[in-house]
């Protein structure tokens, strides 16, 4: 068997196009606030931007140094928070390691009505009660979402089995899929025996950020593997999954670079324009 490739770059490009007419209804503007020069945040940012520009939404990034205060980064929450003009911001996320122990605050600060990566309690917490509480769901898991319905791979009465618990993909990834009528189970680094556990899965996520974690022995013949981790070494990117090896036993396989990470920015657009609907609904 060889595996479809699942595009997250023509799932993107589909979902950016129907999100077009929204952008030019409603014109919603994001702002990205970025303190210091992480790399890789650099060329997220860089990505979000461009998708931006290509919907035509209005965006500004906030480019902050590596030196800024805690005090000063919550006057600026503070200012986008109450700016009418702002629909919806980010802070990207790694801070300085000098801010690094204050991100729940920060995540805190932020209005759950401008909260477009989905990252506060809030929008978090509404995720529990079903699909249709889903208001701004964290970019990521909702991109693995969107791919897979754009794929027409069905999610009810599957086993998902998710290979990480962080806050930002695989707890809310796991949430978004029992939601939909799968069986979920959730492995991470103290989990015993973890081949015993993917090699249940129908639909398989990784998300741990250990290249090529997942080999072929530890996948079901037939299963869904979507590959959300990312990790750089000299060679450059790469995901969680051992893709050649992989692709071999799957029925269908997502790419790093190329699959999850387009998913990630245009749900994040997404998100902008469904904020903006909600705020003049209330207004
Ligand atoms: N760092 C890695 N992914 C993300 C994301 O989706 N949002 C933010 N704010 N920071 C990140």
């Known amino acids: 068997?060889?595996?479809?490739?699942?595009?997250?770059?023509?799932?993107?490009?589909?979902?950016?196009?129907?999100?077009?007419?929204?952008?030019?209804?409603?014109?919603?503007?994001?702002?990205?606030?970025?303190?210091?020069?992480d790399p890789a945040s650099g060329s997220y940012i860089k990505q979000k931007l461009k998708s931006c520009t290509e919907v035509g939404m209005r965006h500004e990034h906030k480019h902050l140094p590596e030196t800024l205060t805690l005090k000063d980064l919550m006057k600026t929450i503070d200012t986008l928070n109450t700016d009418p003009d702002v629909t919806g911001f980010i802070v990207q996320l790694p801070l300085p390691p000098h801010l690094e122990k204050s991100v729940p605050q920060v995540i805190r600060a932020i209005d759950p009505k401008k909260d477009v990566d989905g990252f506060g309690a809030y929008n978090l917490g509404k995720m529990f009660l079903s699909v249709e509480f889903e208001h701004l769901p964290p970019a990521t898991p909702s991109g693995v979402i969107e791919l897979l319905s754009y794929y027409k791979i069905p999610i009810e009465g599957k086993h998902a089995v998710i290979v990480g618990r962080s806050n930002i993909v695989g707890k809310p990834l796991a949430i978004m899929l029992l939601n939909r009528g799968a069986t979920v189970t959730i492995c991470h680094s103290k989990?015993?025996?973890?081949?015993?556990?993917?090699?249940?899965?129908?639909?398989?996520?990784?998300?741990?950020?250990?290249?090529?974690?997942?080999?072929?022995?530890?996948?079901?013949?037939?299963?869904?593997?979507?590959?959300?981790?990312?990790?750089?070494?000299?060679?450059?990117?790469?995901?969680?999954?051992?893709?050649?090896?992989?692709?071999?036993?799957?029925?269908?396989?997502?790419?790093?670079?190329?699959?999850?990470?387009?998913?990630?920015?245009?749900?994040?657009?997404?998100?902008?324009?469904?904020?903006?609907?909600?705020?003049?609904?209330?207004?």
């Open 1 to 37: 068997m060889t595996a479809t490739i699942l595009s997250g770059r023509e799932a993107a490009d589909s979902l950016l196009n129907r999100l077009k007419p929204l952008v030019k209804k409603w014109d919603p503007k994001l702002v990205i606030v970025q303190v210091g020069n």
């Open 191 to 283: 989990t015993r025996d973890l081949a015993s556990l993917t090699k249940q899965a129908d639909l398989l996520f990784a998300a741990v950020g250990k290249a090529r974690m997942i080999t072929k022995e530890m996948v079901k013949k037939g299963a869904v593997v979507v590959d959300i981790g990312v990790s750089r070494d000299e060679e450059g990117l790469k995901g969680d999954v051992d893709f050649e090896a992989v692709q071999e036993i799957a029925s269908a396989i997502t790419p790093v670079p190329g699959g999850v990470g387009p998913m990630t920015v245009a749900s994040l657009i997404r998100n902008t324009v469904k904020a903006k609907e909600r705020q003049m609904e209330n207004d």
